[in-house]
């Protein structure tokens, strides 16, 4: 069973930068996902994907955080990370990780104007 802890969340303010970090464990590597993504979701408000990386390493975003997310990983610490910059308020949400049809519980992220 694959495990997934977020962790790098908090509150910042509007203009900050946060980076989020997803440690998998279990049977599932990182280095051989083949689904890698994170989401987020704000209250009120359905979960969206936000960032996107294949196992080529291409990577994909959504006009709402192109060019300020930047999705990446660590093979060999099996971790996958979210940089987080020019964070907005309506950045605002509890965001996940997602590895192989497996979620993180989430981690909350807040931006204060």
């Known amino acids: 069973q694959v495990q997934l802890v977020e962790s790098g969340g908090g509150l910042v303010q509007a203009g900050g930068s946060l980076t989020l970090a997803c440690a998998a464990s279990?049977?599932?590597?990182?280095?051989?996902?083949?689904?890698m993504r994170w989401f987020r979701q704000a209250p009120g408000k359905e979960r969206e994907w936000v960032a996107q990386?294949?196992?080529?390493?291409?990577?994909y975003y959504p006009d709402s955080v192109k060019g300020r997310f930047t999705i990446s990983r660590d093979n060999a610490n099996n971790r996958l990370f979210l940089q987080m910059n020019s964070l907005q308020p309506e950045d605002t949400a509890v965001y996940y990780c997602?590895?192989?049809?497996?979620w993180g519980l989430g981690n909350q992220v807040t931006v204060s104007p």
């Open positions: 997602y590895v192989d049809a497996e």
């Open positions: 279990g049977r599932t590597s990182i280095a051989s996902a083949y689904a």
């Open positions: 990386m294949l196992p080529s390493g291409s990577t």
